[in-house]
């Protein structure tokens, strides 16, 4: 067990001193629970393999099933090596930042990554002070209710994260829609906060 530390901070005017404290334990390996848009996530340093690692250990998830990536501009997916077909910049025109995440394929095709740009000021704010792009899971147990507060956050993970920001309820309280554009047709692999009837909209509107 750990101590985890509460972070309080002002949602819409995050404190920057709050801010580079959590980004700091992120920076370090740590794990911090933030807000975003849809419900809390789990942060920690996408690129950094021991922080991945204990992510997967707390979260109880199999290590078969990929983190989704928050990041806070588009360039960031080139950084990576992805490839965004047509239909995923449209959908990002029209959903981000905001509640859909969407898998791409890196351009040797050996992998996929999954990518979202909340629409959060704590969460951009987090996003911009860390040392890379921030994987981020709800911040629950796998198979739990996700978090939509800092107090359900610490129901769960209290004694197991570094920290958790708590900037309060979050304001859409459900999980993302996750489509797949790897491969057509293209596929919704979770209808969350966005439907799936706006997104054939969109997909068929081009």
């Known amino acids: 067990m750990i101590e985890t530390k509460i972070i309080k901070i002002d949602p819409e005017n995050p404190e920057k001193e709050g801010i580079k404290e959590a980004a700091r334990i992120i920076n370090d390996g740590g794990l911090v629970a933030f807000p ?3 419900v809390y996530g789990l942060g920690a ?20 099933k990929l983190f989704t990536v928050h990041i806070s501009k588009k360039e960031v997916i080139k950084s990576l090596d992805c490839e965004i077909p047509y239909l995923a910049e449209v959908l990002m025109d029209r959903f981000w930042p905001g509640p859909l995440t969407i898998i791409l394929n890196t ?5 996929t ?21 921030v994987a981020a899971p709800s911040a629950n147990v796998s198979g739990r209710r996700p978090p939509v507060d800092a107090e359900h956050v610490l129901k769960d993970l209290d004694g197991k994260i570094d920290a958790v ?9 459900k999980e993302s829609t996750i489509i797949d554009v790897t491969s057509f047709p293209y596929r919704v692999v979770r209808e969350g906060a966005i439907s799936k009837i706006l997104i054939q909209d969109v997909w068929h509107s081009i």
Request: charged share 35%; glycine share 6%; net charge positive.
């Open 113 to 133: 990554i999954a990518f979202r740009m909340p629409n959060n000021k704590i969460a951009v704010s987090l996003i911009n002070k860390s040392d890379g792009p």
């Open 165 to 173: 920001i708590d900037g309060g309820t979050t304001a859409i309280g």
């Open 107 to 111: 351009k040797d095709r050996k992998k």
């Open 45 to 64: 340093l996408y690129n950094n393999p021991k922080a991945i690692d204990r992510l997967y250990e707390v979260k109880e998830r199999p290590k078969d």
């Open 36 to 38: 975003t848009d849809t």
